[in-house]
């Protein structure tokens, strides 16, 4: 029962999780890229 209302939660909002799931990527991305220009490391 639980199990199922996660599905149709996840299901009903798969847009916003894929956006969030974007951002996240790309904030990852940038920090990791500055980090590299100010300290010549990741």
Do not use: E
């Amino acid at each position: 029962m639980v199990m199922a209302r996660i599905q149709h939660f996840i299901h009903s909002n798969q847009r916003i999780f894929k956006k969030t799931l974007s951002y996240y990527l790309m904030h990852i991305t940038v920090a990791m890229l500055v980090t590299y220009v100010v300290t010549g490391n990741v």
